[in-house]
Nanobody, 126 residues
Framework: QVQLVESGGGLVQAGGSLRLSCAAS?????????MGWFRQAPGKERKFVAAISGINGVTYYADSVKGRFTISRDNAKNTLYLQMNSLNTEDTAVYYCAAVLGWVATVGESKSYDYWGQGTQVTVSS
């Protein structure tokens, strides 16, 4: 079992930056889990943002965030991060972190993940 808690969301102007954090806890080893960030805007489906492997830190990004967002992790602190730069109004959503043991080829699909946080709201104003 893994418990995930996101933080760092808020209101920011277009062009600004935010860093989200996802703290993991539970009787397990954080580095054994691939981690992902997803987001869901009102009335829309949950969409993949970024993912990172457990040990090697290999990263994957949705095209919409490449070059603007950076996913990273600190396995010693059991924490996942999402640095978001050059934010625009289309980035407004609830952001969720997710975990899956090991690695899956379909890291961009929400159904691949077993554990989810409660989400943190990111609102970008124009």
């Amino acid at each position: 079992q893994v418990q995930l808690v996101e933080s760092g969301g808020g209101l920011v102007q277009a062009g600004g930056s935010l860093r989200l954090s996802c703290a993991a806890s539970g009787r397990t080893t954080f580095s054994m889990y691939a981690m992902g960030w997803f987001r869901q805007a009102p009335g829309k489906e949950r969409k993949f943002v970024a993912a990172i492997s457990g040990i090697n830190g290999v990263t994957y990004y949705a095209d919409s965030v490449k070059g603007r967002f950076t996913i990273s992790r600190d396995n010693a602190k059991n924490t996942l991060y999402l640095q978001m730069n050059s934010l625009n109004t289309e980035d407004t959503a609830v952001y969720y972190c997710a975990a899956v043991l090991g690695w899956v080829a379909t890291v961009g699909e929400s159904k691949s993940y077993d554990y989810w946080g409660q989400g943190t709201q990111v609102t970008v104003s124009s």
